[in-house]
């Protein structure tokens, strides 16, 4: 078998651990900013391509990151392969069942929320197609409809990221925005499919249009009747007869292949085909969370980050960025979008700020978005421009959603202990024999963060102390205070491997002891850190880990792993 | 970037989805006969590869999986990636700390079971190099060195699972064992990339031999001293500050990828440094058991039954079979390992039988072997005949290792109740409201296939019924009975929705009842199978999972997934 040779396998290795590697880098910096990986992972491969690395040191890259030959076939048939794997686990994430469940309100919603932009885009492209980027086509169709599908389609795991951070995924206005978005999702994919086909037949495929189309919704309505129905019988017998969860795993993945095959065959792109069979796998009763979890991980921790740094790879961000045609097109995707679903909210009988919370959920487009521009570019549909001006209007409406929604709806994310806590508050081992002195230590431990003198927090904390024992039991002390002069909350953690009497409920000796400050004005804060906690070492095999931990870094290590 | 066309791209999808769905459906049947999957997964590539399918469709083949061309760069560079993951994977499985404790027998034991085979490979290979189908090359030490390496490899994952399945792993002989085949595994590693430094030098590599050597060695104790360390530090902080298990996944493979850069770039092959940056991380003690083994999953139900089948793609394993050679491969390879390692074990205080079964425990030698003979292969030391009589030896090695420890420890498999129930022997719903009728339609059941009348089976497990009930609590009741007309254990299960009272201790009626019949001569298979099958439903939350299936394949898949 023709293999690369031994400096190409070389390159190879270095080109995939570059981007993997710095990807993930990126993508957790952006999640640690609350914002969606796809942001970073894409980040990465700009620093990486031609918009940077390019221009700093046009020949590493060259060398790292060839355009032409081997190297370049190897990589881009990774990024084909990932970017179906990264659509299998969107397709997996629709849960048809449930969102047909969720009634006229969810329906109305997508309905709207496709037609609107739908015909905003499309009315924009068609009088101007050339200052919107588009590229002349035999079919002068192709562009307004292309256009007007990539303004319509939402982004589901964005959204389900934002609900969820702000605890609304369970809520009525959560399971309808979810609903509303999985209805969205399919019907956006299945226009876009068919498009493709236009356009796939147009340059020149095998099969005439009318057949490719016929096919594209041929095979949609059998995997998603006929086809769901199989995989629903068949799973139950692959998680007993196979090695578990490797089995389903390659079952899922295979599937996913051959329906990827088929559908690149008949003139619409692979990452259909794997979408599909997501939606019919994952709309199982059989499909538990943990394999779901599963196939997940493995996807988004490796394959996606690879795909969308891969796209840096391919175009200068810098110059191809058009500020006009940006800003046209995030107008035209905000206003349709968010006046569409923010309508049809309202006509269903929403509240005002809900309906537009609705609309501005909605309009997250992420990473669904950057796929179809990338399409659109690699089938010649849009120029370079217009690409990044999709990849900004994506990026721009997820960054945006969060924010737009917590204020209209006046939610704050939960407070976590965690973030009031850093390398500086964590004090281990706690040298105080007594209550007395530990209070003391780690008042001196946040003195320096605070800005306030040790005897101002020591003496507010062991006047709480003194009215009763802050000892839960379990291991765990809790003493606190409300002081006026500060603007944040702050906690530390003192780690006692022989224990300190905290007076405990059960008479055991505390091992974690947190001082917990937090500003006199935010009444809720206190309690919500004190509750976090709770909740947090309600677990027995949590505490014993956290107490045999003796740095800060080993501390978080133990409670992301438990 | 320079992409594959469309209907290239249909291949790659179609060439992957087979491949894969066949190596693990092969390697599935071939751990259902308690054999390594690997030999499934290797039968899978040879049904697809010139041997079968080429013979059968040669043009079907050449289309799926072509020899030249973009398609067959893409398919041989993932397999390159897929071995290099491997080799991570066996790596993290080797346990530098645990092994070196282990103490004289052990490395008795990995030294004798070295230099044993190493002296009669190099003396055959060096006698007659042309009638084992070494490759005449400039240096004449290349074949006997490889010859004399590959016998003396043993390979870890299959010797842990043949001890693990013997209920043998955490006994003396067992960690002795591991322990031996660690010690082993790294010697073989490092000898074998020395090999491939003076191989790829020779073949015009840009640098010379002694550099090659020098660097690998020196690479080597860098990365098992400084780089283990660094990894022990940096590992808490990934823990801490990634996503998990997405983050701790990424870093892994980014250091493996780096480090397969390297050792291709030296001259080794990229494996070698996957399988050092393994063994750095796996070492660590902040490597969870959960990381390891999503790492695990991650990597050999994916990528491993993608390189192995890969492997009968490249070979005709029937035109190339030549009996002599193989046999001649399997003797010596034999004799050297069990001999080395049986008398390590009689010189260092064992006793005979057990000194016996440690050697034929290191003889297995399983997928790595292969990996050495391909590369070879590759490389131009062996030819095809070699490479196929080595693949024979590998798996004829891993096939006895069990069988022969069972019989020489007279050790058994210990008796699982799910090896003797079937989908004719599950009853559901179970129609009867009491003890008499319940046992009498389970006797029902069990007829056909122990071939005794009903009455008989439900006479015997009645008389022993009416001396003590049989219910355990818990919703489980056990009737059973020994008859002297049976030659294996037979199981039914009825699961009965409303329960059936079993005079359990707790009062609660029985919802899955098993009656078990076992041979009158057998003495421990009866009490065997009780106990698995209470061991097994000790759990709550199983009961009430195993209690709602309704077919055997959703009862197997509750246990499964549990």
Known sequence: MQSLTHSQITVMF??????????????EVARRFGQPAVLGE???????????LGQLAPDLMAALFPREGPNALVLSSFATLSVALFLLVAGLEVDLSTATRQGRTAITVSALGIAVPFALGFGAASLAPASLGGVVHDNPWIFPLFFATALSISALPVIAKTLMDLDLYRTDLGMVVIAAAVLNDLAGWIIFAVILGLIGTAGGHALPVSMTIALTLGFTAFVLTAGRAAVHRALPWVLAHTSWPGGILAFALALALFSAAFTEWIGVHAIFGAFLVGVAIGDSSHMREQTRATINHFVSSIFAP?????????????????PGLVLLVLVIACAGKIAGCGLAGLWSGMERREAWAVGFAMNARGAMEIILGLLALQYGVIDQRMFVALVVMALATSLMSGPAIQRLLQRERPRRFTDHLSGKTFVCPLRAQDRRGAITELAEALAPSTGLAPGVIDAAAWAREEIMSTGTGGGLALPHARLPSIRAPAVALGVSPEGVDFNSPDGEPAHLIFLILTPAEDGGAQLEILKDIAKTFRDTGLREKATRARTHTEFLAALKTH
């Open 14 to 27: 270095l080109a995939v651990g570059t981007l993997l590697l710095l990807a993930r880098a990126f993508g």
């Open 306 to 322: 690879l795909f969308f740094a891969t796209i840096g790879l391919r175009v200068d961000f810098v110059a191809n960025f058009d």
């Open 42 to 52: 894409m980040l990465a491969g700009i620093l990486l391509g031609p918009t940077v």
